[in-house]
């Protein structure tokens, strides 16, 4: 175990330099063919768990309400909207969006599909479409103006009060689609549009657009900060054939790090999109200091290898640890409640290690294969007179007469940056990702100036029991509470049921002003309603603002801003009204939306960021201590990151711009990189002390090798993010503004304030000591031995923690209503109970008729309904697979993760799992038949009502979404009652069947209806296969620890006996 | 084949048949006839057939609550060996977990990890070769050791340790069912005059196996970390004082990835072996370090068929001074060692005709072995396999060209209960 990492690097990459590189190839290409199966998700939403309580709500609320989530499209004329002319236009616009893909038509609000309540001429109450054709002249489209500004629903909805602006309100299926039906939208527009200005906004757009146009962003900004980085290398050292490794272990990092994330089963987010932004010049980081030190010592030693050795074993130990506390820093991200964010940590984390492992091999490796030819004339420019070493000079030399000047500059920056910091606002709003001037910038300014707005939220009152809604005093209660929320500057308008009583009401009275209110008994107001129901409107848009039985309402709270701050504002404003005005029957109320559930995650990321960074921030700190084994030197080395964080947040809240995603990610990247500067610094100056013993001449030697490569990583890195300014996203902007700051003053302090340091502390930092002759290198080659058994625990240990956080993985949840019979069947079948044991007895007869059979005992436990599901199977017969015990991890939407324990040898083996329709245990059902396939892969279309062997049933036909080797059509027989599959037939070509399964036999057991006998007929093979269940247990309480390796080992005997 | 029944392994027997009355015991077991002709008549050993022999084993599980009894006994007739009659525990353990985390498994038992097909990097557990080249079951691949394992669990995570206190080198061809490649002679030999047997080290407390592995799931990726410290296990020393070949001392360092890949399974293991007998690798007797590894990829491409391939290779430390301090003329091994191996495995009639191919080829060494075996399923008790091994190589010292006259097919019938 003595033999050190140092050596073995020396013999590997110095020896063996081919070996490295083939190595790294070899592994570079396994990872790279990871990378086409990258998935991408730009939902904000994920940025909460799947099961977060206000996701959860969300969706429940959306899923009771029957609501999706809107594109908002408005049409500005400055000489009035409401001619014949512009309505015509914008009927047909509705009616050929009504037909895009994915667009909820039946729901689209807009005055060609709205209804509008009112007595017509003969005193008959009739709801019916606003504007059902085209007005034919500008007196009816006025008239369309007044109705629609008569109606409290539609007022300041559909149309600005002075008749300038129309919107119309695009709900779409999957918010995910928002980008390309947008797109199809604009075409739609410029086909009719006579030349008035068209605005296309709404959050769903803006994030899915920025999901877009992030990726477009990456593949510039990326290669191009990588561009100007190496062109910067190329002008310091001059010489591409050394200046292209950097850039090699830069872009391996990159493969690697994404390579594992795809392998992983990660989707890629907005944040981890920044994954190669980050890598790239922390990456580079390390290649620059080799290459710098094996620069200005090559003329010494004339010799590659001698060169190359000493370079590793001068920046071994700096630069592990610039790497640790790097690697810390990002993975303290993982300590954050939001999933995208920790797999962002922990990849560039491993980013990071990577980076580090390869510039210590593969740079030395590529150094050695340089032929020494081309290196003649490599490092021979006279560094100590160049431009850079002139600039360190006036520096050292202005720092040796102000020293006291920088330190009370210092101070003074600190203080003013602590202003600063209490000055942060913490607010965010997606669609600020943009640039001002960006088309969705400029489109929500002019929708939101004239209309009431197009930020969504639902604000959703439970009266608790039927009816509650049809009292007059809880109506009026939330007509005051409507009231009150409109008081806000955000909000634009809040419509909900009152509005619809009141108006319904006001018609019913002929038009009567006084009437315009809820009546005062619940008989009135239930007959107002029913009125409405039955008068020939949609009563699905009345149960928009309703639950169906009346226990509660919902709110449709308009907001003109999506800024975080307005919808926190909004959100207190309703918590006080219901504080300060009890409700008159007891009412829960909460609410939901996008605006809302980004107001949510947000909360937790500032918490979350700031428990990251403090952390972080301590364990840095016990790591110097440890280098330096010294704690004055540990906190000298805290200064420069503290500092700079200060400054660069100090600096966000004078500025005022608010703390938002990107800064706040931000924080664990300054601090993982401005400690680097100091490490290098502070670590040298020691080095350099301890050969010549004299501290003048260690302060000057500071400013020559050190200083040179601390300042040249400065502008390299500084310069190479350049680019990122000219971004037409914000985060990306940020991002740039980010790097250059924290690279400019982590550097700065680094040659300023500890110099500075060093005059003032020189007798306890220095003690003075007999140096010694340069090239007797004994205690140091004891000490890096020394240290190096030391950072071999530490780099276990930091691998140890990176490797425990776990990868949070997504439970995704789609279930659009079309399916709905599907899911409940599948959940019928295969989700019954939380959990669930049984014997089956599989028998397998082929068409001879001889048999086979297989016995097993089978566990399932349920995480989630419809999702997460494991099962775990231990089998008895036949005698050759007696005691082989099978584990499933089934994710839905995903490949299933299944491993196989082969008791002959001991020997767990994870096994391929792509071929779902391959036989299971060599019967005629597949692998997905005993899993059940998820309702989601397949289209699903109702067929017919029917009955089947004497029940009543659904069939529904089913055809998969992806090329499927199983089946190409399937129908399945649903039983009315109790939802389970009586009968599906599988289908490949032609109209006969080439499996059907059936349920024989079906007992009720712990009050589920179970199939307890079902067969596979396999009508191509003219054989089948019977399952039969017995001892059925459900919600037997299993562990979720049984479904891991340790079981698939030992079967848990209380269960199998 | 070693016979083998020690006072520990009979008193975990014992332990097992007298489990607490209130487990549960299950006995099971199969009854095997196995017979093997080499069709090579050149072949230097005392008889033509490469197996004859019939097998009982006899398999007993008892478990109560928390500790699980195991035992495993073969019976063999075989009327081409003395004694005719032979016992052999295969297995003979007790598992029992300490609190939730830790289980402990003490005695006479079955190990194998890593991520490879037939080809073993990290996984130093004895192996017979003897039993895989006269075409037994491929669990009699994995030979039995008398081991203390303790297994660490935590979550996805978990981490092994495996003691053996007394070394078990793996099974080898000795020149009596199977000629072998002796440098000496500079020859493939066989027969009494041949056995050949290398040196084990003595059974000191020193002289142990110490095997640890710590592995974990990242996503669909399996990962783990190996640790061995014993010798070779294979005698690959030679002690020229004593005219005899010995065990040298080995560790190793590893570690493999297992992962889903292009609708199939990727894996990748490497294995730094550390010979701590030649660190400078300039004894010709002792091996050099060397690092070992290997990439697979394994699909199913029908559901009747499945195909895999790997690519393995081994580099040789200090090669130059290996070759500077070799005696003139004698055969060299190369810096760097390829071999190529691809397994069919195809299923027909319901899964019940199993038919597998396996081929390991060396463009290094030039040298082939081809394993090939036909298996029907006539009901689930009775099975019957035919099947071949095959070997061919340009020099008769590599590998697989030493057992190039070892050319054999067999035939099987088993019966299960």
Sequence with gaps: ?1057 | MKRYSGPAAGLLLFAALSAPAAADTDISGFLQGLYGYGIDSRNPVPSELTASEVRLQLRLESFSDNAEYFGRLDLTYDDHLDPVVGAELREGYVKFGVGRRLDMKVGRQIITWGTGDLIFINDLFPKDWVSFFSGRDDQYLKAPQNALRFTLYGGSTSLDFVYTPRFTPDVIPSGMRFSYYNPMAGDIVGGEDYLFAGRAPEAEIGNGEFSAKLARYFGNVDAALYFYRGFYKTPVGMDTSAVEAYYPRLMVYGGSLRSPALGGVFWIETGFYDSRGDTDGNDPLVPNRSLESMVGFERQVTSALTANLQYYTGYMFDHDAYTAALPDGAPAEEEMYHLLTSRVTMLFMMENLNVSLFAFYSPSEEDVYGRMSMTYKYTDAVSVALGANLFHGEDEYTTFGGFQRNDNLYLKLTYGM
């Design chain 1, 1 to 1057: 175990m003595r033999r050190s990492i140092r050596r073995f690097i020396e013999e590997f990459s110095i020896e063996h330099p081919w070996l490295i590189i083939a190595m790294v190839t070899a592994i570079t290409v396994f990872f790279a063919v990871q990378l086409p199966g990258i998935k991408i998700d730009t939902d904000p939403e994920n940025m909460l768990r799947a099961d977060e309580a206000a996701r959860l709500f969300d969706h429940e609320v959306k899923d009771e309400f029957a609501i999706s989530d809107f594109i908002a499209v408005g049409v500005v004329s400055e000489d009035g909207a409401f001619n014949s002319r512009l309505l015509g236009d914008v009927h047909a616009i509705v009616e050929e969006i009504s037909e895009i893909e994915g667009v909820v038509a039946d729901d689209i609000l807009s005055p060609s599909t709205v209804d509008d309540i009112r007595q017509d001429s003969e005193g008959v109450l009739t709801v019916s479409t606003l504007m059902e054709d085209p007005p034919e002249n500008d007196a009816e489209a006025e008239f369309i103006l007044e109705r629609i500004k008569s109606n409290p629903v539609l007022r300041g909805k559909l149309a600005s009060d002075d008749g300038k602006a129309i919107a119309l309100f695009i709900p779409i299926e999957s918010k995910n689609e928002s980008h390309r039906i947008a797109g199809e939208i604009r075409e739609i527009i410029a086909r009719h549009s006579s030349g008035e200005d068209y605005f296309i906004a709404g959050l769903p757009v803006a994030e899915d657009s920025f999901g877009a146009e992030m990726f477009r962003q990456m593949a510039l900004s990326a290669p191009m900060a990588g561009l100007i980085i190496f062109l910067l290398l190329l002008l310091f050292f001059r010489n591409w054939k050394v200046v292209i490794s950097p850039m090699i272990v830069a872009v391996v990092s990159v493969i690697w790090t994404i390579g594992l994330l795809v392998m992983t089963g990660n989707t890629v987010h907005i944040m981890s999109s920044m994954i190669p932004i980050f890598l790239i010049p922390i990456a580079v980081l390390n290649s620059i200091h080799i290459i710098s030190e094996f620069h200005d010592e090559f003329q010494r030693y004339k010799h590659k290898k001698t060169t190359i050795r000493n370079t590793i074993l001068k920046l071994f130990t700096p630069m592990l640890f610039t790497s640790l506390t790097t690697v810390v820093g990002f993975a303290s991200l993982a300590l954050t409640p939001i999933p995208p964010v920790r797999v962002f940590g922990i990849f560039v984390a491993f980013g990071i290690a990577v980076a580090w492992l390869l510039s210590i091999t593969f740079n030395p490796a590529f150094a050695v294969l340089i032929p020494t030819r081309s290196l003649r004339n490599f490092g021979k420019t006279d560094e100590a007179h160049g431009p850079l070493s002139r600039a360190l000079h006036v520096l050292r030399d202005f720092n040796r007469k102000h020293y006291r000047a920088v330190l009370a500059g210092s101070a003074v920056i600190v203080v003013i940056s602590a202003i600063g910091l209490s000055r942060i606002i913490v607010n965010d709003n997606p669609v600020k990702w943009f640039k001002s001037n960006h088309p969705l910038r400029v489109a929500d300014a002019a929708l939101n100036e004239h209309l009431a707005g197009t930020y969504m939220n639902y604000f959703v009152i439970d009266g608790g029991e039927e009816d509650a809604m049809k009292d007059p005093e809880t109506l009026r209660y939330i007509e005051r509470l409507q009231r009150h929320l409109e008081k806000s500057p955000f909000v634009g308008a809040a419509t909900g049921l009152p509005d619809i009583v009141k108006k319904v009401s006001f018609e019913l009275f002929g038009g009567d002003p006084g009437k315009f209110a809820i009546p005062d008994s619940r008989r009135e107001v239930a007959q107002d309603l029913f009125l409405f129901e039955i008068s020939g409107g949609d009563p699905g848009d009345l149960f928009k603002f309703v639950s169906e039985d009346y226990s509660k309402v919902n709110l449709w709270v308009q907001l003109n801003q999506g800024d975080n701050s307005s919808v926190r504002s909004v959100v207190e404003s309703a918590k006080d009204f219901m504080e300060k005005n009890p409700p008159p029957a007891s009412l829960d109320a909460a609410w939901a939306g996008m605006p809302y559930i980004n107001i949510i995650w947000q909360e937790k990321m500032v918490k979350g960021m700031l428990a990251a960074l403090l952390s972080s921030f301590a364990a840095v700190f016990v790591m110097m201590v440890f280098l330096f084994r010294s704690p004055l030197l540990g906190l000298i080395s805290m200064l420069p990151l503290s500092i700079t964080i200060m400054a660069v947040y100090g600096a966000i809240g004078f500025v005022g711009k608010p703390y938002d995603m990107p800064i706040a990610v931000l924080s664990s990247l300054t601090l993982g990189l401005s400690i680097d500067f100091a490490i290098h610094f502070l670590k040298r100056a020691k080095n350099i002390h301890n050969e010549t013993g004299d501290f003048e001449k260690t302060y000057s030697e500071m400013f020559e090798g050190p200083g040179r490569a601390i300042s040249r990583n400065v502008l390299v890195i500084a310069i190479g993010f350049v680019p990122m300014f000219f971004s037409t996203l914000v985060p990306y902007i940020t991002v740039g503004s980010f790097f250059f700051a924290i690279m400019m003053i982590s550097g700065a302090v680094t040659m300023l304030l500890l110099p500075s340091i060093f005059i003032v502390l020189r007798k306890k930092m220095f003690p003075r000591g007999p140096g010694r002759p340069a090239g007797e290198d004994i205690r140091t080659e004891v000490e890096s031995q020394l240290k190096e058994e030391v950072m071999k625990v530490g780099m276990i240990v930091a691998a140890a923690a990176v490797m425990l956080v776990s990868l949070p993985g997504f439970a995704r949840s789609a279930t659009p209503d079309a399916e709905a019979l599907m899911k409940e069947a599948h959940l019928a079948m295969f989700y019954a109970g939380d959990d669930g044991i049984s014997e089956v007895e599989m028998k397998i007869v082929n068409s001879k008729g001889k048999e086979r059979v297989r016995e097993f005992t089978m566990m399932r436990l349920d995480i989630e309904d419809g999702g997460r599901q494991m099962y775990y199977t231990y089998f008895r017969k036949p005698h050759d697979v007696s005691r082989l015990t099978f584990l499933v991890h089934k994710l839905p939407e995903e490949n299933d993760s299944r491993w196989l324990y082969i008791p002959s040898v001991d020997l767990i083996k994870r096994i391929s799992s792509d071929d779902k329709s391959s036989s299971f245990v060599g019967s005629d059902f597949t692998y997905e038949d005993v899993s059940g396939r998820h309702w989601t892969e397949d289209t699903h279309t109702f067929l017919r009502e029917d009955e089947y062997d004497g029940r009543a049933v659904y069939v529904v036909e089913s055809k998969p979404k992806k090329k499927y080797k199983g089946f190409t059509r399937k129908v399945t027989f649903i039983d009315k009652e109790n939802h389970l599959v009586l009968r599906e037939e599988y289908f490949k070509k032609g109209d006969t069947p080439e499996r059907v399964f059936t349920a024989e036999t079906v007992e009720v057991i712990d009050g589920i209806p179970t199939p307890t006998f079902r067969k596979m007929e396999n009508i191509k093979k003219n054989q089948y296969t019977t399952v039969e269940f017995s001892g059925i247990r459900y919600n037997v309480g299993l562990d979720e620890s049984i479904f891991t390796e340790r079981y698939l080992k030992n079967p848990p005997r209380e269960y199998i006996r």
